[in-house]
């Protein structure tokens, strides 16, 4: 059924190849030049063909949105990729990632959460449908959980709001909101019984119920 | 993956074609001095070797032993986890969720693979794969089966999708027998699993209560 058996690797390592590895370093040091956003980042990797990214492997899918931003920021050229060096000198000032400054980026994170300027719409107990849209762009709103009805279990804040941010909007903090939904609204009546999950929405994902 | 036939050309012509586009994409850019090479492996030695499931373990150790500790891990789970030392990217926002007889917890993303890496380190591949990502929100039950997990038809799963910046992190219930145990004997019971929520703590005689299908080592996966 659907994609199979989830099939876990016995003592999977961390990477299975060094090219991995690398790709992760890499990948983390170019976001430190600030061109793009966690939120860009994601919708470049996904943003592809369904055949292209589920014949890729993770890491494969890590490289191609990589070389998509670096392109598409005017880091990188394609000409460059098919060569394999440099055919233009970097930026003179360009903030780099270097070794000894990793543990304190790593440490530091991203925290995304943002002073409020505006009065949650929903309270904790609240029921609420989630809206039906189909964007081309970015969402974090998944497809299985649009014009479901569930309930608000906790309100988080203000979050920056990834529809926007991935798409140079800015970042456009919304009241974030864990919204959980009964088993049969997502599946019907077949649903594996005591079932229920949640998803994390945004304030425009949500109206009243 | 691609296909095994290389281009011929140069140096790397022994190489995969993801290999060679990788090692291009290096050279270009430490060529353009845009990154610090030595800050790529530093950056996985964190992820290979300082980081990983025994901070996540810890935490669940102290919860277990300190009743305020794992009210403040309910109330405000990033202050509390910080308080261990454990922070940073892909850790900014954490919420602990417990498990009681009564209710399950599993975690996921549907979306891509947003995991709490500084409680539990870098993501398996299955996490991150199609057939969980997809099938852990329809038939949990059945996913965490496949993990020799079976859970009784009176306990309830609840599964949290991280499609935000919140990253969840499952407090397994504690085994039974462990009264006197320290923390550090208590944490070598919590598997990385059981904090995903595919699998629970191990029994102090030393069986896994869930165990993948060709068994590890307890304490790890």
Same mark, same amino acid.
């Given at each position: 059924?659907?994609?199979?058996?989830?099939?876990?690797?016995?003592?999977?390592?961390?990477?299975?190849?060094?090219?991995?590895?690398?790709?992760?370093?890499?990948?983390?040091?170019?976001?430190?030049?600030?061109?793009?956003?966690?939120?860009?980042?994601?919708?470049?990797?996904?943003?592809?063909?369904?055949?292209?990214?589920?014949?890729?492997?993770?890491?494969e899918i890590w490289q191609k949105g990589l070389e998509r931003l670096l392109i598409r920021h005017d880091v990188v050229s394609n000409e460059e990729l098919a060569a394999g060096h440099s055919l233009r000198p970097g930026p003179e000032s360009a903030q780099v990632l270097t070794a000894?400054?990793?543990?304190?980026?790593?440490?530091?994170?991203?925290?995304?959460?943002?002073?409020?300027?505006?009065?949650?719409?929903?309270?904790?107990?609240?029921?609420?449908?989630?809206?039906?849209?189909n964007p081309q762009t970015h969402t974090r709103l998944p497809r299985y959980a649009r014009g479901k009805l569930g309930v608000v279990d906790k309100i988080h804040g203000c979050h920056v709001y990834p529809d926007r941010n991935a798409h140079g909007g800015g970042e456009q903090p919304q009241w974030l909101y864990t919204v959980r939904f009964d088993g049969r609204e997502l599946w019907g009546d077949d649903a594996e019984a005591g079932l229920s999950v949640s998803i994390d929405a945004w304030e425009p994902y949500l109206e009243p119920a | 993956m691609?296909?095994?036939? $290389?281009?011929?050309?140069?140096?790397?012509? &022994?190489? %995969?074609?993801?290999?060679?586009?990788?090692?291009?994409?290096?050279?270009?850019?430490?060529?353009k001095g845009l990154i610090d090479p030595a800050a790529i492996d530093a950056i996985v030695d964190t992820y290979q070797n300082e980081v990983g499931p025994r901070n996540g373990a810890a935490v669940v150790a102290r919860a277990w032993t300190d009743p305020d500790f794992a009210a403040w891990l309910a109330?405000?789970?990033?202050?509390?986890?910080?308080?261990? $030392?454990f922070v940073g990217r892909?850790?900014? &926002?954490? %919420?602990?969720?417990?498990?009681?007889p009564d209710e399950h917890n599993v975690v996921v993303c549907t979306l891509c693979s947003c995991y709490p890496w500084p409680v539990l380190?870098?993501?398996?591949?299955?996490?991150?794969?199609?057939?969980?990502?997809?099938?852990?929100?329809?038939?949990?039950?059945?996913?965490?089966?496949?993990?020799?997990?079976?859970?009784?038809?009176?306990t309830s799963i609840r599964v949290w999708d991280s499609t935000a910046e919140l990253r969840y992190l499952v407090i397994p219930t504690r085994p039974q027998g462990t009264d006197d145990w320290s923390e550090d004997e208590l944490a070598s019971l919590v598997s990385r699993d059981s904090m995903i929520g595919t699998g629970v703590a191990a029994d102090p005689d030393g069986t896994e209560a869930a165990a993948t299908p060709t068994a590890g080592t307890p304490g790890t996966p």
């Open positions: 059924m659907g994609f199979g058996p989830v099939d876990p690797e016995p003592n999977e390592p961390y990477f299975h190849a060094d090219w991995e590895e690398r790709v992760l370093g890499m990948t983390l040091c170019a976001a430190a030049l600030g061109h793009w956003s966690l939120d860009e980042s994601r919708h470049a990797r996904e943003n592809r063909h369904p055949a292209d990214y589920y014949s890729s492997s993770y890491y000894d400054r990793v543990p304190r980026t790593l440490s530091r994170g991203g925290p995304v959460d943002r002073p409020a300027t505006t009065k949650a719409r929903f309270e904790t107990g609240d029921q609420v449908r989630t809206k039906v849209i | 691609g296909s095994d036939h $290389d281009h011929g050309h140069g140096p790397d012509n &022994h190489l %995969q074609p993801i290999e060679a586009r990788v090692r291009a994409l290096e050279t270009i850019l430490t060529e109330d405000d789970a990033t202050a509390a986890i910080a308080s261990l $030392d892909q850790g900014e &926002h954490m %919420q602990a969720v417990f498990n009681t380190g870098l993501p398996p591949v299955w996490y991150k794969s199609p057939p969980y990502r997809s099938r852990v929100v329809i038939e949990p039950r059945a996913v965490l089966a496949e993990f020799g997990l079976e859970l009784p038809e009176s």
